[in-house]
């Protein structure tokens, strides 16, 4: 979240993924949004917590932002070639 906060602090726009924990339903992504994040930064960044078609949805974020944050990128089930396209 930190990272994620540090280009939205930059302006730029920020898709954080957090597969992991599954997004804003989950209290410990809230609380690490509320303690990692500047209010300039916060504003910046879109938490996703479930992504269905990984590569398909990659790829379309990727169109509109310019950052994308994965937590975990092993849970999205994708390869290191997957990731670099």
Do not use: H, W
Request: aromatic residues 4%.
């Amino acid at each position: 979240m930190q990272i994620a906060n540090g280009f939205g602090e930059l302006n730029k726009k920020v898709v954080y993924i957090d597969y992991e924990q599954g997004g804003m339903e989950c209290k410990d992504t809230i609380d690490s949004l509320n303690r990692n994040t500047t209010p300039q930064g916060k504003r910046n960044i879109l938490v996703k917590g479930y992504v269905e078609k990984p590569m398909q949805e990659l790829k379309a974020i990727s169109q509109i932002n310019d950052v994308i944050v994965a937590d975990s990128v092993t849970d999205l089930k994708i390869t290191a070639d997957q990731l670099n396209e």
